[in-house]
């Protein structure tokens, strides 16, 4: 089936640690999303990629980082230095240009213990 | 400041009745204005994509209106059913070199039997 797959579902992180989340495309789109849910919030846009190789600051990127070495994979990174990680964490994907659909992936949920 | 605001936060109906959903914006360069749907806990899902051109339009029993003159959008849902219990969030897309997102905080709908 093409789709976007997060893995994992839930994520537990003790303090002080980094932690990956997953974020895969067999969609053959070349622009990818992170965003963030916080109760009571919009989703907010962490990094954002539009092509391999290269990838922008979104408006919270600060204690997260990521790469983009292939065109289906957009793996995000949760370091020590983000003060608040514990949130709902979505990927996107879509093609180029304008009026594009954006496709979700089902999230994944980290909490900080 | 490019803002999306929904109303109301929440909505508790009986099944079979119909409702209408509101969204105002103020985002500008506007590209586009989507409706999702996302169930608790998984990632949203489009309903629909309407530009500046389009004033509504239908995707089975959901009705989305736009109204680019005064910014303000509707989705009408029609003989709800149990399963559209879920949050409705309405999103406007800026017409910018990676058109950016930018959400509402979304409306919680639930549908009772």
């Known amino acids: 089936d093409g789709g976007i797959t997060q893995s994992p579902k839930y994520l537990f992180r003790k303090e002080g640690q980094n932690v990956t989340l997953s974020c895969e495309q067999n969609?053959?789109?070349?622009?990818m999303y992170w965003y963030r849910q916080d109760p009571g919030q919009g989703l907010r846009l962490i990094y954002y990629s539009q092509i391999v190789n290269d990838f922008q600051k979104g408006d919270i990127a600060e204690g997260y980082s990521v790469s983009r070495e292939k065109k289906e994979s957009f793996p995000l990174t949760v370091t020590s230095a983000q003060k608040n990680p514990t949130a709902f964490y979505l990927c996107?994907?879509?093609?180029?240009?304008?009026?594009?659909?954006?496709?979700f992936g089902q999230g994944t949920r980290l909490t900080v213990v | 400041k490019n803002q999306v605001e929904q109303s109301p936060q929440s909505l508790i109906i009986l099944e079979g009745k119909n409702c209408t959903l509101q969204c105002n914006y103020t985002v500008s360069p506007f590209s586009n204005l989507r409706w999702y749907k996302q169930d608790t806990g998984r990632g949203p899902v489009s309903l629909t994509i309407?530009?500046?051109?389009?004033n509504t339009k239908s995707n089975g029993r959901y009705t989305a209106t736009l109204d680019a003159d005064t910014k303000q959008s509707s989705l009408h849902i029609t003989a709800s059913q149990l399963s559209d219990s879920a949050s409705y969030i309405c999103?406007?897309?800026?017409?910018?070199?990676?058109?950016?997102?930018?959400f509402g905080t979304g409306t919680r709908l639930l549908v009772s039997p």
């Open positions: 999103v406007v897309s800026l017409n910018t070199g990676f058109q950016k997102l930018v």
């Open positions: 969609l053959n789109h070349d622009a």
């Open positions: 996107a994907s879509r093609l180029t240009g304008q009026n594009t659909e954006a496709f």
């Open positions: 309407m530009t500046f051109s389009e």
